[in-house]
């Protein structure tokens, strides 16, 4: 059995061999391996027009949006942390692949669903888990790489600031004391 599909617009239909579907799976298999979130979306009626936004809104997040059979994304998927996601594989599906921050897919793929109600998600996948379609919402208000290092680093400062001021405040004390009576003296 043949896919076929066209490789550019005003070009003929070329079916895929086995040698070609061996390359697509190698290199869906690539980016599932480096990959640190994915979320699988339901394209049924969504025009190229709609899917082409899609794409561009992706790029610019460093998500690898893929349109494959699911045959071969089922292959590509085995031995990595998307695994859990082979049973749902039916119907024609969107795959969202985020490659540096697992929140950028679901947060493009979740706001562009609001926008088009024809792309529906399916399944949504982070760690090796599997996770229901409703917390893509969850997924997307994960922090970004630098929020989180914010985070971090806000949190492990804090400590030390409180520290440096329990330090200060017995100084910071006696100098206002010695000013008052200071003032008091030239008052007096």
Do not use: H, W, Y
């Amino acid at each position: 059995m043949f896919l076929v599909v066209q490789l550019n617009p005003g070009e003929g239909l070329v079916a895929l061999n086995l040698e070609s579907k061996k390359v697509i799976v190698d290199q869906v298999g690539t980016t599932a391996s480096n990959a640190l979130s994915l979320v699988v979306a339901d394209a049924r009626g969504v025009n190229v027009t709609d899917m082409t936004s899609l794409r561009e809104k992706a790029r610019e997040q460093n998500i690898d949006i893929r349109v494959i059979r699911n045959t071969l994304a089922r292959r590509a998927v085995e031995g990595t942390d998307f695994a859990c996601m082979q049973e749902g594989m039916t119907g024609p599906l969107v795959f969202g692949f985020s490659m540096e921050d697992p929140g950028a897919v679901a947060r493009v793929m979740g706001e562009f669903s609001k926008e088009n109600e024809k792309l529906e998600v399916k399944m949504v996948s982070l760690g090796g888990k599997l996770l229901p379609a409703t917390d893509i919402t969850r997924l997307a208000k994960m922090p970004t790489k630098d929020q989180a290092i914010g985070i971090l680093m806000g949190t492990m400062k804090a400590p030390i600031e409180k520290l440096v001021r329990t330090l200060v405040a017995p100084t910071s004390k006696m100098v206002r004391t010695l000013a008052a009576v200071r003032d008091a003296k030239e008052a007096a």
